[in-house]
Nanobody, 126 residues
Framework: QVQVQESGGGSVQAGESLRLSCSPS????????IGWFRQFPGKEREGVAV??????DTYYTDSVKGRFIISHDDGTVFLQMNNLNVDDSAMYYC?????????????????????WGQGTQVTVSS
């Protein structure tokens, strides 16, 4: 069982930055996908970014390309969010797939992941 814990959410002004952190247990020892999702009120979760801990491949949804960066360091996965706008306000979730599961082809779907954190709120005001 993988425990997933997010942190780093908060309230910022438009144009500012936040960095979210995710620390899935056992991450460093098993190849898997680590993804970030967000959920707007009344909407389903949508994929924001993913990293494969094996090859290090990364993918982003179009609306965050050029502004968000997913990276990892010593067992923690980060989502650096720059130039935030009010449309980025949402609950953000970190998710991990089972080890060695094929996940990149459908990384943007919640079904590609097996373990989820509790979420961290990001609020951007104009």
């Amino acid at each position: 069982q993988v425990q997933v814990q997010e942190s780093g959410g908060g309230s910022v002004q438009a144009g500012e930055s936040l960095r979210l952190s995710c620390s899935p247990s056992a991450y460093r020892y098993q190849r898997r996908c680590i993804g970030w999702f967000r959920q707007f009120p009344g909407k389903e979760r949508e994929g924001v970014a993913v990293m494969s801990t094996g090859a290090g491949d990364t993918y982003y949804t179009d609306s965050v390309k050029g502004r968000f960066i997913i990276s990892h360091d010593d067992g923690t996965v980060f989502l650096q969010m720059n130039n935030l706008n009010v449309d980025d306000s949402a609950m953000y979730y970190c998710a991990a797939s089972r080890p060695f599961r094929e996940c990149l082809s459908t990384w943007y779907e919640t079904s590609a992941y097996d373990y989820w954190g509790q979420g961290t709120q990001v609020t951007v005001s104009s």
